[in-house]
């Protein structure tokens, strides 16, 4: 029992040795390579600068834009009615056509309009016939007159019966015309080209003249209209441009800064200010030649108001804080400084810096959120200036600009 009591202590011993002996060896082997100048890889031992991206203040232009969301809207919406009354004969067309302007759409039923057409008729050719007969009539008298046959009241009769029969045959002629009128009616034209809704009233059925529902909807898709808002604020810089380039290009996409799909000319602009909203509402017209744009479908639209020159920047290097808006400028010490900033226009890749910088500074445009005062920092990935927009060409898909409208 002593013998098992002391061989224990002796292996606890042992082990507390050993512990001690590992915990030794790792301090040792930390403290020699701590003081001999070896590092971790990755890991620099006193590194203070932060490591940022820079760019050059450039002279430049930037595309000055008005940006909006807009809808589409058709330059006619037709509901297409009959004009009489009568059984809906046959339909000559088929639900989403496409249609020209004067394709027949739909047939009523012609033979009552037909009847009444031929009963004006007939009623023409009697007075016709009647007003011949008087005709000859008064040819007669005025030649009896002259030979004192018959007295002046009998020649005024004729003379009257022929002017009554003149009126009677001009009421016939209208007569006649409306009924061919009338029956035009019964054979439904397209008044415009465009593309046909889902018909509504079926073959057989009775139509009205007093029908609201009509037959069907007919939209036009060529040329197409979008109507979109701008904030009144920016109302003046509208009209400024507008004076010098009346119809002002305006882009379309499907997504904020998305490919350009569509592009035409600024058409109107509303007479007054929507009091509720602050907005003024303008109207753009696109030719649609491919039927892109749908009705009442929601698109982004972007004005485009001419180009603006000067110190150039991407947008992403100003920062803003509640004294303003300000970027980091880098000193040839490597050093970061707080520059405060006035900004113009920019088309939401670049921005016209009007005051604080100068062509060829340096500004940070990513890690910024580390930089304070003073910050030393490292420029690890210099960023490449981007190529200065020609004169009368915007930086983007979407092609030339036109030239001289400053706001």
């Known amino acids: 029992m002593m013998a098992d009591s002391s061989t224990r202590r002796l292996w606890g011993r042992t082990r507390v040795l050993v512990v001690l002996c590992v915990v ?12 001999s100048g070896t590092q971790a890889p990755g890991f620099k031992v006193g590194a203070l600068a932060t490591p940022v991206s820079v760019v050059q203040a450039r002279a430049g232009q930037v595309d000055r834009s008005l940006r909006a969301l807009g809808t589409v809207t058709p ?32 047939q009523i039923d012609p033979q009552p309009f037909q009847i009444a057409l031929q009963q004006a008729q007939g009623q023409q050719a009697q007075h016709t016939a009647q007003l011949e007969n008087a005709r000859l009539d008064l040819t007669r008298y005025e030649t009896l007159y002259k030979q004192n046959s018959v007295s002046r009241q009998q020649l005024d009769a004729a003379r009257a019966q022929v002017r009554e029969l003149q009126g009677q045959l001009q009421t016939d002629q209208a007569a006649v015309a409306n009924a061919k009128l009338q029956l035009s009616y019964t054979r439904i034209l397209a008044p415009v080209d465009g593309r046909l809704g889902l018909h509504k009233v079926d073959v057989g059925n009775m139509v009205h003249a007093s029908d609201t529902e009509g037959l069907v909807v007919l939209t036009q898709l060529r040329p197409m209209d979008v109507v979109f808002a701008i904030p009144q604020g920016r109302l003046p810089d509208l009209l400024d441009a507008r004076r010098t380039i009346p119809d002002l290009r305006t882009e379309l996409m499907q997504a904020v800064n998305g490919p350009v799909v569509a592009t035409g000319t600024l058409l109107a602009v509303d007479n007054q200010i929507d009091v509720a909203t602050g907005t003024v509402q303008l109207k753009s017209r696109f030719a649609n030649a491919d039927d892109t744009l749908f009705p009442n479908q929601f698109v982004q639209v972007r004005l485009r108001l001419g180009l603006e020159s000067g110190v150039v920047l991407p947008l992403r290097a100003v920062q803003r804080s509640s004294a303003g808006q300000f970027v980091y400028r880098i000193d040839a010490q490597h050093k970061a400084h707080v520059v405060p900033v006035v900004t113009g226009v920019d088309d939401g890749n670049q921005v016209v810096i009007e005051s604080g910088l100068t062509v060829g500074d340096t500004v940070v445009v990513e890690g910024t959120d580390r930089l304070r005062e003073g910050s030393a920092v490292e420029v690890v ?7 200065a927009v020609p004169a009368g060409q915007a930086k983007d898909a979407g092609g030339p600009v036109p030239q001289g409208s400053r706001s």
């Not at 790792?26 to 390579?33: E, L, N, R, S």
């Not at 990935?381 to 190529?387: D, G, Q, T, V, W």
């Open 75 to 106: 330059v006619a919406t037709i509901t297409v009615r009959s004009r009489v009354d009568g059984p809906l004969q046959a339909l000559h067309f088929v639900d989403g056509q496409s249609v020209h302007a004067g394709d027949l759409l739909a």
């Open 381 to 387: 990935a210099p960023e490449a200036p981007s190529a």
């Open 24 to 35: 030794a060896a790792v301090a040792a082997w930390f403290w020699w390579h701590g003081h």
